[in-house]
């Protein structure tokens, strides 16, 4: 699989799919996540939102709004030692769960939509 984005969809949508006793490992992983890409200038200063909840079943998820600095710092993150510290384990917490992978990296482009006007 290719990691190349579209110029322009620079935000990635990060979903985590952690094994449930995991959390706790994965969000001391999380916590690192987006500072260490910012050190490297991987990710802009913009931080990251991290949300979570439970599936349907009870099972934890994770999502991470990341705002990647162009679509080469991509290709630069899967090259680099330090990111792969924190990737590597952050994949080990987490499983596949209906027919999904643990993992999704989907990237979109950030969609400035306007206010209606109040009347």
Known sequence: MGHDIPPGHDI???????????EQRFEALLARHAPTLRRLGLATAEPSQCFRGL??????FYFEVLPWTDAR??????????????????????????????MEFPH????????????
Do not use: Y
């Open 12 to 22: 990635a949508l990060c979903t985590f799919r952690v094994k449930p006793g995991s």
């Open 55 to 60: 599936d349907d079943a009870g099972r934890p």
């Open 73 to 102: 710092a991509v290709q630069t993150a899967h090259q680099n030692p330090e990111v792969q510290a924190i990737w590597n384990p952050m994949s080990e917490c987490c499983e596949e769960r209906g027919g999904r992978p643990p």
């Open 108 to 119: 979109a482009e950030r969609l400035f939509v306007p206010r209606p006007a109040v009347r």
